[in-house]
């Protein structure tokens, strides 16, 4: 069965810093990957997807990129925290043809302080 | 451009009774799908019940059930028998065929009540 992880579960930044935050699927080969963003009680924003190694769309233009150095990982980035970067953070798989379902992650919650 | 709404912020149900969640969208595809997403407490997103456009019979999971109503574009979630698990977020959420964009409405909070 496929499982997504997300590490890590929460994370206290300062403005200006760096930032990784890393998911991974197993389980299934060359999935569709996305990147959503979910600001307290509001509804989810997609930041990127992929379909596959190197392929990166941004639906978003901001301070954060992404990248997939391997088929089943997914790695959002930020050179330089702002503190509107603050939110829950999720990942999602789908494979096409097999399921158009997205299936999410356990996410990270990210503080900017 | 597609769109999904939720017109009920919050809902409340005494436990063991149905409530019925809302849900409309608005696109001019004619392959798509729709989800309901629910988000607990831990604010996981976990898969509540799929349904594909075209078919025309209603998704069912045990307690839950939908019921799509394509030409009005209303997809709304029925919950029976109500459990204290089931307070939660709720999420309405289309996506079209060719597209990876999966649209979210803005959500319903249900409280289950003893």
């Known amino acids: 069965s496929q499982t997504i992880h997300q590490w890590p579960a929460t994370l206290v930044q300062p403005v200006g810093s760096p930032l990784s935050l890393e998911c991974t699927v197993e389980g299934t080969s060359n999935p569709n990957l996305y990147w959503y963003r979910q600001a307290a009680g509001r509804g989810l924003q997609l930041l990127f997807y992929s379909v596959g190694i190197g392929q990166i769309s941004s639906e978003v233009p901001q301070n954060l990129s992404a990248s997939r150095p391997q088929d089943r990982q997914f790695i959002l980035s930020s050179k330089k925290l702002l503190l509107s970067d603050s939110g829950f953070y999720l990942c999602?798989?789908?494979?096409?043809?097999?399921?158009?379902?997205?299936?999410f992650g356990p996410g990270t919650r990210l503080t900017v302080l | 451009a597609q769109t999904v709404t939720q017109s009920q912020p919050e809902m409340s149900v005494q436990e063991a009774e149905t409530v019925t969640l809302s849900c409309t969208y608005d696109t001019s595809e004619n392959n798509y799908y729709l989800f309901w997403y629910k988000q607990p407490p831990s604010r996981q997103m976990i898969l509540v019940i799929r349904q594909e456009a075209y078919k025309q019979q209603n998704a069912t999971e045990n307690r839950f059930s939908v019921n799509f109503q394509k030409a009005a574009k209303s997809f709304s979630l029925k919950i029976s028998d109500s459990q204290l698990g089931d307070t939660a977020m709720y999420f309405c959420?289309?996506?079209?065929?060719?597209?990876?964009?999966?649209?979210f409405g803005t959500g319903t909070r249900l409280q289950v009540t003893l």
């Open positions: 959420a289309f996506i079209a065929g060719t597209a990876s964009k999966l649209t």
């Open positions: 999602a798989w789908r494979v096409l043809g097999y399921t158009d379902t997205q299936y």
